[in-house]
């Protein structure tokens, strides 16, 4: 019997049994995350596991296991053995095209125009295409904005990247935007990024603060550039067919649970961001904080042209001016 049969099982029995004795009552899930358990993803999802089992008198206990693989962690909800999760937006095109959008280098201005789009009408009309897909989205998150790490010289402007093996997210958008810039794009699981980089199977690896940080780069990179290409946002996921087997009044638990959860998330990664430079400046980096992101942009122009067909310009521009 899967894990899943019997996650089913649970929550039928549950719907039985006098909702008065939570012990016996109690369902316990799956969740998965892709960091260490003290980064900002462990945050959201201890988080959650602490607002369920409070709202719910601990009928629903969470079993968290960090470090698994994105794409497969999506995989795995989609087909009911992973009930949550709490990913990057990296993988997630790959299963609804339409989020890729948000994967665009330089289309946020900073945190605040990220969070507003995000909770806002465009982004909330993203949340409902999941269930299409075998998963239903509880909320936005946050991992960062992401910089790039290398180990052989000081990035200062573009030209600087060219030639550079860098592991990149297995996501279209970005490798176009690396391509673009003379990079040769790596991608690979982030399970394996560490060893890469200390292999020197690639030469860096671009993620926010938070990661660099939680993942102990330092001992492997020299060289970290503030170029903030891209903002990466994060999603809480759950397997459609674990929700559906929930009654209404605790779907709406789950939902308002996992909106704490993103808030935790968020104000972890402004936690980090206000100390992380330093702790990785104290770890040995040289951290190039003056970067010009414009000469970026421009080195980045046929790559928007692409982006433009693929997801049309006035969508792009919809997000870019959201005030
Ligand atoms: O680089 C990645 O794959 C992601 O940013 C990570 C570290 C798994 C967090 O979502």
């Known amino acids: 019997m899967t894990r899943w049969v019997s996650t089913a099982m649970a929550l039928a029995l549950a719907s039985l049994l006098p909702s008065a004795n939570p012990t016996l009552a109690a369902t316990t899930l799956q969740m998965g995350h892709p960091t260490a358990s003290n980064s900002h993803y462990g945050v959201a999802s201890a988080t959650l596991a602490e607002e369920l089992a409070r709202r719910s008198n601990g009928k629903f206990k969470l079993v968290i296991t960090p470090n698994g ?73 946050e991992n960062g904005f992401r910089h790039i790490t290398n180990s052989k010289h000081a990035i200062n402007t573009p030209a600087d990247a060219k030639g550079l093996k860098v592991r990149t997210m297995e996501n279209q958008v970005h490798m176009t935007a690396f391509r673009q810039l003379g990079v040769l794009p790596t991608p690979m699981a982030f399970t394996e990024v560490f060893t ?68 935790a998330m968020r104000e972890k990664v402004a936690a980090v961001e206000a100390t992380g430079v330093a702790e990785l400046r104290a770890a040995g980096m040289e951290v190039i904080t003056d970067v010009d992101r414009s000469k970026f942009q421009e080195a980045l122009q046929p790559a928007y042209a692409e982006y433009a067909k693929k997801f049309g310009k006035e969508n792009i521009e919809r997000i870019r001016d959201y005030a």
Do not use: C
């Open 196 to 263: 890469a980089l200390q292999q020197g199977t690639v030469d860096g690896q671009e993620n926010p603060i938070p990661v660099i940080t939680a993942s102990k780069f330092a001992q492997v990179q020299k060289y970290l550039t503030l170029t903030g290409h891209v903002y990466s946002p994060a999603l809480i996921l759950m397997s459609k067919s674990t929700f559906d087997g929930l009654t209404p009044e605790e779907q709406q638990m789950f939902r308002d649970s996992a909106m704490v959860a993103a808030k």
């Open 69 to 141: 693989a994105e794409r497969e962690m999506v995989e795995s909800a989609q087909i009911g053995t992973l009930d949550l999760l709490v990913t990057s937006t990296g993988p997630v095109g790959n299963f609804v095209p339409e989020v890729a959008i948000v994967d665009i280098p330089f289309l946020f201005k900073d945190y605040t125009h990220a969070r507003a789009v995000l909770d806002g009408p465009v982004g909330q009309d993203m949340l409902k295409l999941f269930p299409d897909k075998g998963l239903v989205a509880l909320a936005w998150g």
